[in-house]
Nanobody, 128 residues
């Protein structure tokens, strides 16, 4: 059973950066697509980025050119680098995974319903 644990959240000033980690255990991520999602208070959980087994990526418009997703299969971990953070980025950030050998899995809308395994989330707060 795949298990995911996020880390790296915290409090950061506007314009700052953070790097989140999504560490997997119980299985290797080699054949899994991994997505990052976030949920702000009172809002729906939003898909922000996705990375396929071969490193193909997709980003929501809200984070494009600011956030970068990468995977390190040797470490069984997926990272989310977040730059130029703004108060509207404040949310709980979740990673999720699904067994997905298709290299084009991450195209289109990053839909939470397509992902099977979820981490517990990590809080990111952007405030001065």
């Amino acid at each position: 059973q795949l298990q995911l644990v996020e880390s790296g959240g915290g409090l950061v000033q506007p314009g700052g950066s953070l790097r989140l980690s999504c560490a997997a255990s119980g299985a290797t991520l080699d054949w899994y697509a991994v997505g990052w999602f976030r949920q702000a208070p009172g809002k729906e959980r939003e898909g922000i980025t996705c990375i396929t087994l071969n490193g193909g990526t997709n980003y929501a418009d809200s984070v494009k050119r600011r956030f970068t997703v990468a995977r390190d299969n040797a470490e069984n971990t997926v990272y989310l680098r977040m730059n130029s953070l703004q108060p509207e980025d404040t949310a709980i950030y979740y990673c999720a995974a699904v067994w997905a050998p298709a290299p084009n899995f991450c195209t289109g809308v990053i839909d939470k319903r397509r992902f099977k395994y979820w981490g517990q989330g990590t809080q990111v707060t952007v405030s001065s």
